[in-house]
């Protein structure tokens, strides 16, 4: 029998490996009618910013071969409102929620961490989105910079002592020492990997495809880069790697654990069917069954 218990670190089990991604599920109120969110493993919401945000102007998400590329602006209600409207709800629920929380100053990071730490208390822990323009630095991403990342996860260490995964951003030169960098400032987890920079347009009368001209590509025409740097990462830290980019089935799910992933997080593919995420958990054990394994444990990060 298949057994799909996932412990991330000391404190959190998972019931099953699949998440859902950030930005992909809102904040877990949305789909009631459409997917049981308890089946799922965890669920990580949208990201926050301390300010309500309305982001970028449409057309802010269009398709491209095999992927979308978005430049949604982290379009959230704000701290406040969340820790009001939102917190309770998600304090109901059996399946780990983490918080995503975006800054674009270290003290905002602190800020919207200090804001839910006061109000919740049944939530798992939180996801670090550092791909953000940091203001400090004349708008350079957090997540570029290894020194800024340690920095960032240490200033949050001090302030919970729940699960804090770093989520990478993988448009950079080496990912891997990114991670090293959030292991040594105390991360318990890294997530990866967040959009890749991409661009469209309409080739004949030059509209930009969207408001923003520049977006973040995903979906399946990501997810070997997403494995790679899953790969690379994996290698080089000792902290679990929640690991994304394209899954769309259950065969992607042990793609990514044979990268070196101990859970995932599945985003594009919610938008076709909120429910892909719980669908999937039946095939995954048959495949199990199939590989003649209990746990996904067993192969993990095994590539012959
Ligand atoms: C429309 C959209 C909005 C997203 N918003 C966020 C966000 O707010 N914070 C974040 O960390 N990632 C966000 N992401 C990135 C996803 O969480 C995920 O890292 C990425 O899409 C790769 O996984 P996928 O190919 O399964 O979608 C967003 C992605 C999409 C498509």
């Not at 340690?150 to 699960?163: H, M, P, S, V």
Request: aromatic residues 4%; negative net charge; glycine residues 12%.
């Amino acid at each position: 029998m298949a057994n799909l218990t996932i412990q991330l670190g000391r404190d959190v089990t998972l019931s099953n490996p699949v998440m859902a991604a950030s930005g992909t599920f809102g904040y877990g109120d949305e789909v009631p009618d459409l997917v049981d969110v308890n089946q799922l493993g965890g669920l990580v919401t949208k990201s926050l910013t301390l300010r309500p945000n309305e982001g970028h102007a449409p057309p802010r998400i269009v398709e491209t071969p095999a992927g979308l590329l978005n430049a949604i602006g982290l379009a959230n209600i704000g701290v406040e409102a969340f820790c009001a409207g939102k917190l309770p709800f998600l304090e109901t629920l059996q399946t780990q929620v983490f918080v995503s929380i975006a800054g674009a100053t270290v003290g905002e990071y602190v800020d919207i961490l200090t804001a839910i730490e006061r109000s919740g208390n049944k939530i798992a822990g939180y996801e670090i989105n550092i791909s953000c323009p940091n203001v400090d630095e004349g708008g350079m991403e957090f997540g570029v910079s290894a020194s800024i990342t340690e920095t960032l996860t240490a200033k949050l260490r001090q302030l919970t002592g729940r699960f804090i995964m770093i989520k990478l951003s993988p448009n950079v030169t080496h990912i891997d020492a990114i991670a090293k960098a959030a292991e040594s400032g105390g991360a318990d987890g890294i997530s990866a990997i967040n959009t890749v920079v991409g661009l469209d347009m309409d080739p004949l009368t030059g509209q930009r495809s969207l408001s923003n001209l520049i977006g973040g590509l995903s979906g399946p025409a990501i997810r070997p880069i997403a494995l790679a740097a899953v790969h690379s990462i994996a290698g080089a830290v000792s902290l679990p790697v929640i690991g994304m980019g394209g899954i769309s089935s259950a065969e992607d799910i042990i793609r990514f654990v044979r990268a070196g992933a101990t859970a995932v997080q599945i985003g594009t593919a919610n938008y076709r069917d909120p429910a892909v995420g719980v669908n999937l958990l039946a095939r995954l054990e048959q495949l199990m069954e199939q590989m003649q394994i209990e746990t996904l444990e067993e192969i993990r990060g095994v590539i012959h």
